[in-house]
């Protein structure tokens, strides 16, 4: 057994290396297991609200992170078939001035290597790559976790950060992934490759709603690519193989021109059936914890998976900060997190529902409520962007 710091974190994606970040202002030594041959974040685009930014913003990675981004003017609904403006969200100087925070959008790689980076000039952060851990477990004051060759590794404290297929997560409940039927395929592109002959609205984040289906379009790094992230429901997902791009073309047969055309940029090759968790009652005992999509993996509807992930991290870290033991920490990080993840994890469901939705009537009232809804109006949005300044105002030194 191999005693390797103070602090262990199963996971290096977004969520365990902002966790490293918070973290190592305690003091304590860190190290980050990654089951992958190498650091990195595959994937596309991520949006990330104001709740997001100032997480980054706190760890002192906000400024190096917007040098990739996108500042988008809108939220845009838009509907499949005939391209109306179903609602539309201001991410302007109001919706700034709301939340202390802009509303970014950029490559997920870009955010994870700024994360990455940030985390290898502390001293007190070491990584540790082809680690598939296992499972720990704690005896005394000391937590031991075991890869995939039973190698054991030790340190005080333990925090699950290994994502929606969790090995962790089942030393609090015995469950699986929540199969939602639904699957995306998802990209960037450089903008010159699809920009030619084609009229792209470059200032916004367009969401095309339909029935079973939708598609999300918007520039990143800076402008160069073009992310496009296309989601419908399979016709029968206890098929082995399901999620087809025959059932995309199906889907999305009669959407507009600009879906059309969309559509023929999407690869093909790869797909994420998408799966979540449900809430559960508790993700602490003594010493180890969860993080991220390991407590609380959530459809992605919302463009809060990694933004929770986040909030988690800044929590945990403030909580270590503030209490003598590992275990007073934990349980009070759960009291903070757990409600609000669970919350957002129905909600994103919900919003799933509503955007998806199917009969006509709903259809109807949905749209005519979307009707109603002020640009410059955030109370819909305001218990997921409002949420973080109003729980944990800064304290500037």
Not at 183 to 207: C, F, S
Not at 261 to 282: S, T, V
Not at 315 to 334: D, I, M, P, T
């Amino acid at each position: 057994m191999t005693n390797v710091s103070d602090i262990i974190i199963v996971g290096g994606g977004i969520g365990g290396l902002a966790a490293a970040l918070s973290i190592q202002e305690t003091g304590k030594s860190i190290a980050v297991f990654e089951q992958a041959p190498e650091f990195g974040e595959i994937g596309a685009g991520i949006q990330l609200a104001p709740n997001a930014l100032e997480v980054l913003d706190r760890l002192g990675v906000k400024e190096e992170i917007v040098k990739y981004a996108v500042f988008p003017k809108r939220l845009v609904l838009k509907d499949v078939y005939t391209a109306k403006e179903l609602a539309i969200l201001d991410l302007g100087e109001g919706f700034q001035k709301e939340y202390g925070q802009p509303y970014i959008v950029l490559h997920r790689s870009d955010l994870h290597r700024v994360l990455y980076e940030a985390c290898q000039k502390r001293g007190n952060i070491q990584f540790f790559t082809n680690q598939a851990i296992q499972t720990a477990e704690q005896n005394g004051d000391t937590v031991t976790i075991v890869n995939q060759n039973d190698e054991t590794f030790s340190g005080e404290a333990v925090i699950g950060a290994d994502g929606v297929k969790s090995k962790l997560r089942k030393l609090f409940i015995d469950d699986e992934p929540v199969n939602s039927a639904y699957v995306a395929y998802r990209g960037a592109i450089p903008l010159e490759e699809i920009a030619h002959g084609t009229n792209l609205d470059l200032d916004d984040v367009i969401m095309w709603i339909g029935p079973n289906l939708h598609m999300v379009q918007y520039p990143v790094r800076r402008g160069e690519l073009y992310n496009q992230v296309v989601v419908f429901k399979s016709y029968d997902a206890t098929l082995e193989d399901w999620g087809t791009p025959e059932e995309m073309a199906r889907r999305f047969e009669n959407s507009h021109p600009k879906v059309q055309n969309a559509l023929n940029y999407i690869n093909r090759q790869f797909r994420w059936k998408m799966y979540d968790r449900e809430p559960i009652e508790n993700w602490t005992k003594g010493n180890i914890t969860l993080l991220g999509d390991s407590g609380h993996a959530m459809l992605q509807y919302l463009a809060q998976g990694g933004v929770q992930a986040l909030e988690d991290a800044f929590v945990l870290g403030e909580e270590l900060k503030r209490h003598n033991s590992y275990e007073e920490a934990f349980k009070a990080y759960q009291e903070v997190r757990l409600p609000r993840a669970s919350m957002v994890q129905r909600s994103a469901r919900k919003w799933g529902e509503t955007i998806h939705a199917v009969d006509p009537l709903t259809v109807l009232l949905r749209d005519r409520l979307f009707e109603q809804h002020k640009p410059t109006d955030y109370h819909n949005v305001d218990f997921l962007y409002g949420y973080f300044n109003k729980n944990y105002q800064r304290v500037d030194s």
